[in-house]
């Protein structure tokens, strides 16, 4: 506060207008008056609240979230946020440009730490503001809880396995219903009206199988097919639908400690993920028992997390690193809620352009009819470079695909792990839509696979350009897929990447240096194929 008012006087600012020195003056007066605002206005609230509102709070004990201290926190968070807010606009605003070295690296990590402080108070402001009605402060709630299985993908993650029903009052929850997607079945017409770019990409089945709900990456529009599923099939109407995986299930197993499943199976941190996109097909052949493992674990893991067995931090933690991975999603039929989920990342959007960054997604759906997606690796890779006279810039995502199947995978792996031909596809083989979601105003003008020029599915959806292509990898092969976009004029090098997440790490990397030489450069239109 005091460095704020000294470099506020008039001598100071006389002195910032001298060539070269004035500059980094200018630069260290304005860092000084964003430390003053935080000290002032984002810290006493956070101080304020510092006994009542932490971690722990966050985490059931017997059953229940005690939700008051959130109720009474949020004000103070939503002041707390406001001020960083603001004193991140403060930040962003200092040019540092003709600095000397020590007054732009201070500036930078000021920028650095306000940002991450802010983003984490927005989180706690979200959650005191979002938290309690979903969790029945205002009336009893009701939500869908799919335990996602990546052995087959979608979009989101794998295929709705098991379902449960989850019971929220006055913050108390509880476990209703356990079923399976399967149980539901097929319904007759799609349950809601679906767009022509849905069914041009995924086909009516995105609306008439509960599987097949997360076919799109955009999760809300999942909820609501669950929802409207859920409905038709009980006559239910949930307030919300939470889809994870497991992946993320094993994260949140390292909070809780191993879970006894049955006399002969525990799940710990380290084999979850294995068991039950694996495991659990060569210790029950029979669906039926596989359907009832999957039910058993989603009850032992919900109790273990709801009677308190968990360490707070350690579950705040899994569930930030679950979301951070796009394994956890929650959709929240309130509109008011769901546009405040919006903030967290937790709504499983397709990344937006906005403030100098181009948002990019590539997602995989199976088209094997089948649990071989646990052999699938992939890698992700964007490059771009303006190549074009009307400076257009050129992107290209390469997709690379590999199958880590067993050379004998057509006889060694169970019938419902390889799908024994089903859709054609011979067993042991991957089969997997490969989609990628480029920026609005985006042309897709060519999709090769191995240095092959294909024919590609192409369609707008949500604003977004989109191409899609299906590759099929015999046990241990693998293929490169390149696609090539013309974006808008302008469009930044600075990409943001979302992808499905998948049984095995996503290895991914952007690259702003596209070597035009080696770039097709399109028609005027940027079209070339459809």
């Not at 974006?487 to 990409?495: C, H, I, K, Q, T």
Request: proline share 5%.
């Amino acid at each position: 506060m005091n460095a704020a008012r000294l470099t506020s006087d008039p001598i100071w600012r006389g002195v910032e207008l001298v060539p070269v020195i004035g500059q980094n003056l200018t630069a260290f007066r304005q860092a000084a008056a964003m430390i003053e605002q935080v000290a002032t206005d984002a810290l006493p609230p956070l101080v304020s609240i510092t006994e009542t509102v932490q971690v722990a709070n966050f985490a059931p004990v017997d059953g229940r979230i005690e939700l008051q201290p959130l109720i009474d926190a949020q004000p103070k968070l939503r002041e707390a946020h406001l001020a960083l807010q603001a004193a991140q606009g403060q930040a962003d605003a200092i040019n540092t440009s003709g600095s000397i070295n020590q007054i732009g690296t201070a500036v930078g990590q000021l920028k650095q730490l306000v940002e991450q402080a802010s983003g984490v108070v927005e989180s706690l402001d979200t959650a005191a503001t979002v938290l309690p009605p979903m969790l029945g402060a205002e009336g009893p709630r009701t939500y869908l809880l799919l335990s996602l299985n990546n052995s087959e993908l979608r979009a989101t993650g794998g295929i709705p396995a098991a379902v449960a029903v989850i019971h929220a009052d006055q913050g108390q929850l509880s476990l209703g219903e356990t079923t399976t997607a399967n149980d539901l079945g097929k319904f007759d017409a799609p349950v809601l009206d679906l767009t022509e770019p849905e069914t041009t990409l995924y086909q009516d089945v995105m609306g008439m199988y509960l599987q097949d709900v997360n076919s799109t990456p955009d999760f809300s529009r999942s909820g609501e097919l669950a929802q409207a599923m859920w409905l038709e099939d009980t006559g239910v109407a949930v307030d919300g639908v939470i889809a994870l995986d497991p992946v993320a299930l094993g994260y949140i197993i390292a909070a809780t400690g191993p879970v006894a499943v049955n006399d002969s199976i525990t799940l710990t941190t380290d084999n979850a993920a294995s068991t039950l996109l694996s495991g659990v097909y060569s210790m029950f052949p029979n669906t039926n028992d596989q359907d009832n493992f999957f039910a058993v674990v989603t009850g032992q893991v919900f109790t273990a997390v709801s009677t308190g067995k968990a360490d707070p931090k350690a579950l705040f933690s899994a569930l930030s690193q679950s979301a951070s991975e796009d394994r956890l999603h929650v959709w929240s039929a309130n509109s008011d809620e769901q546009k405040a989920l919006g903030s967290t990342g937790l709504t499983g959007t397709v990344p937006l352009s906005a403030d100098g960054k181009t948002g990019y997604g590539v997602y995989f759906n199976d088209s094997t009819g089948a649990k071989m997606d646990y052999y699938l690796n992939a890698s992700i890779g964007i490059a771009s470079a303006v190549c074009r006279q009307d400076e257009r810039p050129n992107f290209e995502v390469q997709v690379k695909l590999k199958s880590t199947a067993p050379a004998d995978a057509a006889t060694s792996l169970p019938a419902y792990v390889t799908g024994s031909g089903f859709r054609d596809i011979s067993p042991g083989n991957i089969s997997t839509n490969v989609y990628v979601y480029a920026p609005e105003g985006s042309v897709p003008y060519s999709v090769t696979v191995d240095g092959q020029e294909y024919v590609f599915v192409a369609s707008t959806h949500d604003s977004h350009s989109v191409a899609g292509i299906t590759v099929e990898l015999t046990p241990g092969q693998s293929s490169t897929v390149s696609m090539k976009f013309v974006g808008l004029a302008g469009a930044s090098d600075a990409v943001v990447l979302q992808h499905t997440p998948m049984a095995n790490n996503v290895e991914t990397s952007i690259d702003n240096f596209l070597d035009c030489g080696e770039v097709a450069v399109s028609s005027e239109d940027g079209a070339s194929g459809a």
